[in-house]
C-alpha cells in the first residue's frame, strides 16, 4: 500500500467523501465465504483509544445474517494499530466455543478477497496473526466477563468488555505497520 501512497484506512474507505459515525466500511462489511471470516470499518464517539481514527471488528460466519464477534483492532488515521478491544456481547454475540476452538479460530482467521482491497485484506490476516496471542487473551476474558457479569454484558452503556493498548515498540505491531507492505 505504501509503494502506492495508500494505507489502510484510506483502502477501506475508498470512494466515500465522508466517514459517518457508526456506518460500516465497506457497506455491509467483507465476508470471506470460504474462510467464514470477514470484517468491517467504523468510528463512533468515546473512541477506547486516545487518536483512534477507528477500528476493524472482526468476525466469523457461517452465513452472512449470522455474525460471531471476534476482537476488534483499533488504528489510527493511517491505520497504524493502536489497541484491541472486544465487544460487549449486546452488539453482537462473541465466537464461544473452548481455549482450542478459539485459539484455532484466531490462528485459521484469514479474508482472502480481491474485495475491497487485496492488500488490505493480506494486512489484516497478517496483523490478526501477529496478534493472535493478545487478541486470545483479550477474548477469553471478554467471555468470561460475559458469563460471570451478566448486568454488564446487557448495559447498553458498556460497549466493550475487555480492551488494551498496544505498544508502539512491539515488533509484531511495528513490523506490520503500513509501510511494511
Not at 505504501?2 to 457508526?22: C, R
Not at 463512533?44 to 460466519?61: D, I, K, T
Request: proline letters at 5%.
Amino acid at each position: 500500500m505504501a509503494k502506492t501512497g495508500s494505507h489502510p484506512v484510506a483502502q477501506v474507505l475508498l470512494g466515500q467523501p465522508d466517514l459517518y459515525e457508526w456506518r460500516d466500511y465497506p457497506e455491509g462489511g467483507v465476508w470471506d465465504r470460504v474462510s467464514g471470516f470477514g470484517y468491517f470499518y467504523h468510528a463512533h464517539p468515546g473512541a477506547s483509544f486516545v487518536r483512534e481514527h477507528g477500528h476493524f471488528h472482526l468476525f466469523h460466519a457461517e452465513a452472512p445474517d449470522d455474525r460471531r464477534a471476534l476482537a476488534a483492532i483499533s488504528v489510527d488515521n493511517l491505520g497504524n494499530p493502536l489497541g484491541a478491544f472486544v465487544a460487549n456481547v449486546w452488539h453482537v454475540p462473541l465466537l464461544g466455543g473452548g481455549e482450542r476452538a478459539l485459539g484455532t479460530a484466531y490462528e485459521r482467521f484469514k479474508i482472502d478477497l480481491v474485495y475491497p482491497c487485496y492488500a488490505l485484506n493480506l494486512w489484516l490476516t497478517a496483523l490478526v496473526h501477529a496478534l493472535r496471542p493478545t487478541l486470545l487473551a483479550l477474548h477469553k476474558e471478554a467471555l468470561a466477563i460475559a458469563v460471570e457479569e451478566e448486568g454488564v454484558a446487557q448495559d447498553r452503556a458498556v460497549h466493550a468488555l475487555r480492551f488494551e493498548a498496544l505498544m508502539a515498540q512491539d515488533r509484531a505491531v511495528h513490523a506490520l505497520r503500513f509501510e511494511a507492505l
